[in-house]
């Protein structure tokens, strides 16, 4: 039994269309190239974030080996 007659039968209304996600209208950066400007943005966008994190995490990084260890106890410094 089809889908459709099965929903019939059981007085369930009809199906919705898939809807189709947008499509990426921009124009790509080099014709034989498949990526677009909108990509390449975002591409950006994500790289300059994950740099940033990975800036912070050095950061404290840093903060624990330099002062919070030696403070705890965990272990000394060698130029201190």
Known sequence: MGEAKRRAQQGLPPREPKRESPKDTSPRIV???????NQANQFVKVTTRGAWVGIGVLVVFWIVLRFIGPAAGWWTLADG
Do not use: A, Y
């Open 31 to 37: 014709s034989w190239f498949p990526l677009t400007r």
